[in-house]
């Protein structure tokens, strides 16, 4: 996970209790309840610093492999 997925992970769980609806669901569980993910931005923040490290490494192997 990127440094600005799991920063804004850490946010997110500090908010949590905070962004409650009637101390039941918080906000981004019933904004996004129809969705894979309760956090669809920060998922696919870490889905792309996922992407971008296998990208550097693969053209670190073939820089050393040159």
Request: no cysteine.
């Amino acid at each position: 996970m990127s440094v600005i997925a799991a920063r804004r992970q850490r946010e997110h769980a500090s908010n949590e209790r905070e962004l409650a609806i009637d101390g039941d669901i918080d906000i981004p569980t019933y904004l996004y309840q129809d969705l894979s993910t309760t956090y669809p931005v920060l998922a696919t923040v870490g889905a792309v610093g996922d992407r971008l490290d296998g990208l550097k490494r693969r053209i670190e192997r073939a820089m050393a492999e040159a």
